[in-house]
């Protein structure tokens, strides 16, 4: 694989890790927020996934988001009767945010996303010795 191509392939996966960050970062924001009607749900936890997408102009195989779901798992119940949310029974739903696990997986991402610019870095200074060596 030329310098070249492996530039493009690790700049796919930082677009792609930067995403999941936002992603992340949106789960975070919404941690504690509850629904806006009585009885209503609240945020429900977003999950991005990755796909191989093959470029044929260059010849590999990079990565993309493939789709951004929501996780179906169910929400806590708190009761708080005083709460302008809560439903007739006096029950909040709080979202199915984890802070930990949010915390880990984008620890995850920029653990990734960094790899690849280490990536890029070292294919740009191979690149800049073999021009210095063809000078």
């Known amino acids: 694989m030329d310098l070249m191509k492996s530039i493009v392939l690790s700049a796919s996966g930082m677009t792609a890790e930067s995403e999941r960050i936002k992603v992340i970062a949106e789960n975070l924001?919404?941690?504690?927020?509850?629904?806006?009607?009585p009885g209503g749900d609240p945020y429900?936890?977003?999950l991005v996934t990755f796909q191989n997408h093959?470029?044929?102009a260059l010849g590999v195989e990079k990565v993309t988001v493939g789709r951004i779901t929501t996780d179906s798992s169910d929400f806590?119940?708190?009761y708080?009767?005083?709460?302008?949310?809560?439903?007739?029974n006096g029950y909040i739903k709080l979202p199915?945010?984890?802070?930990?696990?949010?915390?880990?997986?984008?620890?995850?991402?920029?653990?990734?996303?960094?790899?690849?610019?280490s990536a890029i870095d070292a294919a740009k200074n191979?690149?800049?010795r073999s021009v210095d060596l063809l000078k």
């Open 96 to 117: 199915n945010v984890n802070s930990l696990i949010e915390m880990a997986d984008l620890r995850e991402a920029q653990r990734s996303y960094e790899a690849n610019l």
């Open 44 to 46: 429900r936890r977003k």
């Open 54 to 56: 093959l470029d044929k």
């Open 80 to 88: 708080d009767p005083g709460n302008p949310a809560a439903d007739a």
């Open 29 to 37: 924001a919404n941690a504690n927020s509850t629904a806006s009607t």
């Open 126 to 128: 191979m690149l800049s």
């Open 76 to 78: 806590e119940l708190r």
